[in-house]
């Protein structure tokens, strides 16, 4: 069982920035897939960034594009999403998602069923 925590959440002003982590508890190269999904109150959850941790190929929701970067440190085991130019619009809980590593997959922000273990999430709140 894999455990994902995620920090660096927080309340900031329209234009700011935040850098989001998530540390997982086992080796980040047993999954092929890791990925960010956020959900505002009221709203499904949805795909934000993700990344193969293998060839570190990376695919970001349109709403976010040019604003966000997904990385990865598999020497700490741990993902990363640095959001600049942050909109109130981004307002949500961002949670971390890894999968198990057994089945190759497109990393594909849609197919969020693919990821076998979630983060408790972090709050981020922006203001206008």
């Known amino acids: 069982q894999v455990q994902l925590v995620e920090t660096g959440g927080g309340s900031v002003q329209a234009g700011g920035s935040l850098r989001l982590s998530c540390t997982a508890s086992l080796y980040t190269r047993r999954s092929y897939c890791m990925g960010w999904y956020r959900q505002a109150p009221g709203k499904e959850r949805e795909g934000v960034a993700a990344?193969?941790?293998?060839?570190?190929?990376?695919a970001y929701a349109d709403s976010v594009k040019g604003r966000f970067t997904i990385s990865l440190d598999n020497n700490k085991n741990t993902l990363y999403l640095q959001m600049n130019s942050l909109k109130p619009e981004d307002t949500a809980m961002y949670y971390c998602?890894?999968?198990?590593?057994?089945?190759?997959?497109?990393?594909?922000?849609?197919?969020?069923?693919?990821?076998?273990?979630w983060g408790q999430g972090t709050q981020v709140t922006v203001s206008s």
């Open positions: 990344i193969k941790t293998g060839g570190r190929s990376t």
């Open positions: 998602a890894a999968d198990d590593g057994t089945v190759a997959w497109s990393c594909t922000l849609a197919r969020r069923w693919e990821y076998d273990y």
